[in-house]
């Protein structure tokens, strides 16, 4: 049986396989995976839980994973707080490349503050799971008052696409290898 619940620090190790499962580009050196661990993984169940969520199997064990952070002004402080320092040392210079890659967080924040990342495992797919993982987030994002969500997706991935328009996101801009993409969460939006 599946269950869904909110991310723990303790579920890292398997956030990490998940992630490494699911990557565009599997074949990184230890040093790029504990980097995009610390780019796109390691900051929601640390200050994001509440708004961030795991699907288990029957033994606990997370099959995929939905992190947002609701807030993105809170994201770049905290970001910066807590790893600037940890990533400059694996790539000089990689927090702040990071950093300028998501600023479309900051041009979007005022309609749309909070963000997400979503990855099933290969075996966990095509089980509903995204869509169990997006309901529960949507609802919690709505109790929070929170008035949108948005994310980055690339262009080679039109499953994802289709997956976030069959969600009701649209696109809200479009650049050479990717959209942002929004949903509008607040009443007054629809």
């Excluded at 029957?58 to 995929?64: A, M, S, V, Y």
């Excluded at 990855?119 to 095509?126: G, M």
């Excluded at 994310?151 to 696409?161: D, E, H, M």
Aim: glycine share 4%; with cysteine; charged share 25%.
């Amino acid at each position: 049986m599946i269950t869904l619940r909110n991310v723990r620090t303790d579920d890292l190790d398997a956030l990490h396989q998940i992630h490494q499962a699911t990557s565009s580009n599997p074949n990184k050196t230890p040093q790029q995976w504990q980097l995009a661990y610390l780019k796109y993984v390691d900051y929601y169940p640390r200050f994001a839980f509440e708004t961030s969520f795991v699907a288990c199997d029957e033994n606990d064990k997370p099959l995929g994973y939905l992190l947002c952070e609701s807030d993105a002004d809170r994201f770049f402080k905290l970001m910066s707080e807590a790893y600037q320092e940890e990533m400059d040392a694996i790539v000089p210079g990689s927090f702040e490349r990071f950093m300028n890659s998501q600023s479309f967080l900051q041009t979007f924040k005022d309609q749309y503050p909070a963000h997400l990342h979503i990855d099933l495992l290969p075996s966990a797919q095509n089980m509903h799971l995204g869509s169990k993982l997006m309901k529960q987030l949507i609802e919690e994002l709505k109790a929070r008052n929170i008035p949108g969500v948005l994310l980055g997706v690339s262009k080679t991935r039109p499953q994802a696409i289709h997956f976030y328009k069959k969600h009701g996101f649209e696109v809200l801009e479009e650049e050479h290898s990717g959209y942002t993409m929004g949903l509008k969460l607040d009443e007054s939006a629809k």
